[in-house]
């Protein structure tokens, strides 16, 4: 029995250890799902990756002028915990540095930790080529190395965090572009802040 002013026993040190011990696990634990959860929805923009499912109208032989027809699928891979939706993106499509190609891509989510497939046909018009286009143009459908640039302009929403953090992001979009052969896989799609030279 306890008498006025005897101290409470001290727990034994095995038993202050083993609460010691569980104590820094959980908060230990803690920090590493939290940074886990935090890294996760702020850093893990969903990567893009493009293919040319079509490609017609190039006849360099005929004409200087050519009259390119498109249609591109866009592949969309969300890594992220968070459903993301994508509005305003344009598409542009290159050979050399003239325009053969452009389409608006219509407003998409894609769920967390999922995919979509966005299949789009480019607009065109009539485009004169330079003799050196034209003849490199001939040259790389007869060895089969035929490539377009794409170039995607992404709109960032205004007070959008997740996508634009005040420490990196200098505008307002965000440009993705990638290297496509007609008829060939995906081509993954490099992010940029500002459009490509």
């Known amino acids: 029995m306890a008498t006025a ?6 727990p034994k040190p095995q038993l202050r250890g083993l609460i010691l011990s569980i104590v ?12 886990g959860k935090w890294d996760s929805s702020v850093h893990h923009d969903p990567s893009f990756s493009v293919r040319l499912t079509e490609v017609h109208g190039l006849d360099p032989a005929r004409s200087p002028v050519i009259r390119p027809g498109f249609n591109l699928e866009l592949h969309v891979d969300n890594k992220g915990i968070d459903r993301t939706c994508k509005e305003e993106i344009t598409v542009t499509v290159f050979y050399g540095d003239m325009v053969v190609g452009w389409a608006d891509v219509p407003d998409f989510c894609v769920d967390k930790r999922s995919t979509a497939d ?75 802040q500002t459009r490509r030279v």
């Open 5 to 10: 002013g005897s101290e409470e026993p001290e």
């Open 24 to 35: 820094i696990t959980l908060c230990v634990g803690g920090l590493i799902v939290g940074y």
């Open 118 to 192: 966005v299949n789009l046909k480019l607009s065109h018009a009539d485009v004169l080529l330079t003799d050196t286009l034209r003849r490199r143009l001939a040259s790389e459908l007869r060895s089969e190395e035929l490539e377009f640039d794409v170039e995607m302009r992404m709109v960032i929403p205004m007070g959008s965090d997740r996508e634009c953090r005040a420490d990196y992001c200098t505008s307002r979009q965000s440009f993705r572009w990638c290297r496509a052969k007609p008829g060939q896989g995906y081509a993954h799609c490099d992010q940029f």
